[in-house]
């Protein structure tokens, strides 16, 4: 009992810990950053606040990719879920730092908020993940799809010749697709449409939210 007790403490310390570096630590990125070779973009200073609004709104959307991902693997019940999730965990770690720093470069700051967007994409997580595998992999699925949904709208709006954040923005959409492909090929399970579309609200509220604080 003390070795059971032991070991759920341990592993409470490093979840925690994941949380903290989360949103204290500078993240880190394995692959070289998309479009930092290429040369900054001559944007008026309103087109360097929207950019610069945009990729926080993604920043925030990458605070809660870890957040969904730590609370989905915490709760799944195959350990091969769990390695994949912890996978993807991993390339939204790199998504984190690319927006941080296209953010610094515009001039801009993350969300004041990201603290709440973590604890709150947390518990979605930890529910999704009670549910059941084929529903966690469904929920990765579906939020994947969002997600990618979310991005083309942004390369919708970002100037044309903003090379350097479309670059980031493009990489971002071919994992997101990516990551969705691996959730169905594990036997994810189609969201009933009230479930997809709660999702698609709380997107909504988070977004216009962090597009401003």
């Not at 950053?33 to 200073?45: A, F, H, I, M, R």
């Not at 019940?77 to 927006?99: F, M, N, V, Y």
Request: aromatic residues 4%; hydrophobic residues 45%; contains cysteine.
């Amino acid at each position: 009992m003390s070795a059971d007790r032991g070991g759920v403490a341990e592993r409470a310390i490093l979840e925690f810990d994941k949380i903290l570096r989360t949103l204290a630590a500078p993240a880190q990125s394995v692959r070289a950053v998309p479009g930092d070779v290429l040369p900054e973009s001559d944007l008026s200073d309103a087109q360097r606040r929207e950019v610069a609004a945009l990729m926080r709104v993604n920043h925030v959307g990458e605070i809660c990719a870890q957040a969904l991902y730590q609370g989905q693997a915490i709760t799944s019940r195959d350990p091969g879920l769990r390695h994949s999730l912890q996978q993807a965990a991993q390339e939204e770690t790199e998504h984190l730092a690319w927006t941080a720093q296209r953010i610094g470069e515009l001039g801009g700051r993350t969300s004041l908020l990201n603290p709440l967007w973590y604890l709150g994409a947390l518990g979605m997580g930890v529910a999704a993940g009670l549910a059941g595998d084929k529903w966690n992999l469904g929920f990765l699925a579906e939020t994947e799809r969002q997600v990618e949904a979310h991005l083309a709208s942004h390369l919708d709006r970002v100037p044309a010749q903003d090379l350097r954040s479309r670059a980031v923005l493009d990489q971002m959409k071919a994992d997101e697709m990516a990551h969705a492909t691996t959730a169905v090929s594990l036997g994810a399970a189609d969201l009933p449409a009230p479930v997809r579309t709660a999702m698609k609200l709380a997107s909504k509220v988070m977004t216009t939210v962090a597009y401003r604080i």
